[in-house]
């Protein structure tokens, strides 16, 4: 039931995507981001849904996967969705009782909930197609200008790929302290909203106990490496660009150019 | 009374390339009162076997029966199947939460609906079962020894009143004075109480002093079911799957291989002198 979150789940294949130079997927992550709140119309939205298409098919990663990552935030989409939906002023469609539909509420809320799935969609294929290390290796040197400002990037980058690193040894915990505290009578199930709180204790408790340990242990384990962070520390696998990642900067390049032209024209 | 496995499948990873096919056709008896040693390397299905005993995991394909009732069925109350087969997991010291030893072991029985008294005595009688002091129960778990915070675990299942206790690894990660008083006081427990007793283990060394039967799986499937002199009488193939017999099964080996006329089939190191002195022509004083 835990496992459904994709986030930071790496799937293992062989495609032009995972070959790419993450820095490169994390840009067009965040330009396809951008992109979605740039354009208005659908004609737009259909470019990004022809774009994401096609990433997800180089990708080579199941559709299926994708799909998972949207379960988790399906209750995010539904609220949205509803608010919009009732919430909008303008020409009224259908009305029950007090609520009315409005025609700009209705596309509000159709667009909003495309927008979201997008946005979980393509952030999916760069999570499924980046092991979490290669990821957090492109923010540091992505990042590497703001030392000027004395922001301590190795150090940031660094919390970020332990983070990421524990969460599915985090969720496999979680599964397993359930599964005991199931064996022993526990409900997590039944009851009402309070009730379903309450029960959440037994495995909380057990759970925050967990990661603290893990997380002195960790950090013991460093100390005793003699780690030390950011300066003068070299990497065993450095980034560089190859010629599929300047394509594949065109390609980003030409789509963003799209867009635009299509918030401008259409 | 007893739980029967009846060819149960279970493969996780779904439809996906990288399916495990954890349980393959495995079919068990376990009668009331057995005290069941349950062994296999890593990864051989043992802590996956156990957990479908309880319900905790649903088997993709086979029926599991608890007193001949399907525990899968519709209207089967699987509360109470899980108070009557009681699973203590690896490392159960890591489910301990709240403030104090006593009112966690509280937390089973509560959870069945018994009366505050109730609870409160099962829970006493459960921590005396597993040799805990009295001056522990109202210190906050987390500042009991290792040992210690797994025998409250344990207990956490016991004051349940299972009729089997299934222990998964009860010993990983205790230093050999904590492993023996744990499976001492297991043992001790089986005697007293009556209870059917199954124990998960990677190790023959820890369970062939106590246990009356043996199970051995291997990739999924059950390899060897029987007494421990007969499964040991396997060591060559034992040691093809990752395991080893006892070291006084290897002793009797040699010494026969040796010439000595002894019989191989000694398991613990009592039997293997009385067996030793036998063939030597002394009486066992």
């Known amino acids: 039931m835990l496992r459904d979150i994709t986030l930071g789940q790496y799937y293992q294949t062989d495609s032009v995507i995972h070959k790419l130079d993450p820095r490169v997927k994390l840009i067009a992550t965040i330009c396809f981001i951008i992109s979605l709140f740039v354009v208005k119309s659908w004609v737009g939205y259909l470019a990004a849904a022809i774009f994401l298409a096609v990433m997800i098919k180089l990708s080579k990663v199941p559709f299926k996967y994708m799909v998972k990552g949207m379960k988790a935030i399906v209750f995010i989409l539904l609220i949205t969705v509803v608010f919009n939906l009732f919430l909008t002023p303008g020409e009224v469609l259908v009305s029950v009782w007090k609520l009315k539909i409005t025609k700009e509420g209705l596309r509000i809320a159709v667009m909003m909930a495309v927008r979201l799935s997008f946005l979980i969609v393509g952030s999916s294929v760069m999570t499924l197609t980046t092991t979490p290390n290669s990821l957090t290796d492109a923010m540091e040197k992505l990042m590497k200008p703001l030392k000027i400002l004395k922001v301590p990037v190795h150090e940031v980058a660094m919390m970020m790929s332990i983070a990421l690193r524990f969460i599915p040894i985090l969720l496999e915990e979680t599964d397993k302290i359930m599964k005991a505290q199931i064996a022993r009578g526990a409900d997590f199930e039944s009851g009402n909203l309070i009730k379903k709180a309450k029960a959440m204790v037994p495995l909380l408790v057990p759970l925050f106990i967990s990661a603290f340990r893990r997380a002195n242990d960790l950090a013991m384990a460093m100390e005793a490496r003699c780690y030390r962070g950011g300066e003068h520390r070299t990497k065993m696998k450095p980034l560089k660009y190859a010629g599929r990642d300047r394509i594949a900067y065109g390609v980003l390049a030409a789509y963003f150019a799209v867009c635009i032209v299509i918030r401008i024209y259409l | ?285």
């Open chain 2, 1 to 285: 009374m007893s739980l029967i496995l009846d060819h149960v499948d279970y493969v996780y990873g779904g439809d996906t390339a990288l399916a495990v096919h954890a349980l393959k056709d495995v079919e068990l008896v376990i009668p009331d009162g057995q005290f069941i040693g349950l062994i296999g390397h890593t990864g051989s299905g043992k802590s996956t076997l156990v957990q479908h005993l309880n319900g905790l995991i649903k088997p993709t394909g086979g029926t599991i029966y608890f007193n001949g009732e399907d525990i899968h069925a519709q209207d089967y109350d699987k509360k109470k199947l899980r108070s009557k087969v009681g699973l203590v997991f690896q490392y159960p010291e890591h489910q301990l939460f709240e403030i104090d030893v006593f009112s966690d072991v509280c937390f089973g029985p509560k959870n069945l609906g018994l009366t505050k008294q109730e609870t409160e005595l099962r829970a006493y009688a459960a921590l005396k079962q597993v040799g805990l002091e009295d001056e522990y129960f109202y210190q906050s778990p987390f500042d009991l020894s290792g040992g210690q915070k797994r025998r409250v675990a344990i207990a956490g299942v016991l004051a349940m009143k299972p009729e089997v206790l299934i222990l998964d690894e009860p010993t990983a990660g205790l230093d050999p004075k904590g492993r023996d008083e744990i499976l001492d006081q297991i043992a001790k427990l089986k005697e007293e109480t009556g209870i059917t007793v199954i124990l998960v283990s990677h190790s023959m060394e820890d369970v062939a002093k106590y246990v009356e039967r043996i199970i051995v799986m291997n990739q999924g499937s059950v390899l060897f079911d029987d007494v421990p002199k007969e499964v040991f009488q396997h060591f060559r193939k034992l040691e093809e799957v990752g395991l080893a017999a006892p070291q006084v099964t290897y002793i009797m080996q040699e010494l026969r291989e040796k010439g000595l006329p002894v019989r191989t089939d000694a398991t613990t190191i009592v039997e293997a002198k009385q067996e030793i002195l036998r063939v030597l022509g002394k009486s066992y004083t």
